[in-house]
């Protein structure tokens, strides 16, 4: 269960409004920013790994590795989506563009203790939606 005010919580549930009848359309902020992104369950995972392996009092970044546009990750809701089409409006964000157009982490000490990415984002959206859709 993802906050609504978080990204990937508000198009769940958005999605899932739609799916339930409102009108087809996402209203969003701005769609250009690259973000980190990564699903509970490889953070789950990386967590129990530094757990067994991490040096203690080492720093570690939890990550993906890579960074991906919101305008990325909208695509990937909607073609989840059980209905289409979805429209997406983007509201004006004058004065509200994000400070930090990109961001991501190295995670190579991570994977230097054997730790992979396993769950791509589309597993875990789609897992988020199901949630989601189950709690509607």
């Given at each position: 269960n993802?906050?609504?005010?978080?990204?990937?919580?508000?198009?769940?549930?958005?999605?899932?409004?739609?799916e339930g009848g409102k009108a087809p359309i996402i209203t969003l902020r701005d769609l250009t920013p690259k973000r980190d992104f990564i699903s509970a369950n490889n953070c789950a995972r990386a967590l129990w790994r530094l757990a067994e392996r991490g040096e203690c009092g080492a720093t570690y970044n939890v990550a993906c590795g890579t960074s991906i546009s919101i305008a990325e990750i909208v695509e990937i809701y909607l073609r989840l989506a059980r209905v289409r089409p979805v429209g997406v409006r983007v509201l004006p964000v004058e004065g509200q563009?994000?400070?930090?157009?990109e961001q991501w982490l190295s995670n190579a000490k991570l994977f230097a203790l054997g730790w992979k990415v396993q769950e791509t984002l589309s597993e875990a959206i789609r897992e988020q939606l199901d949630a989601e859709r189950a709690r509607a």
């Open positions: 993802m906050d609504a005010s978080l990204l990937c919580g508000a198009l769940a549930k958005q999605i899932v409004e739609i563009r994000s400070s930090v157009q």
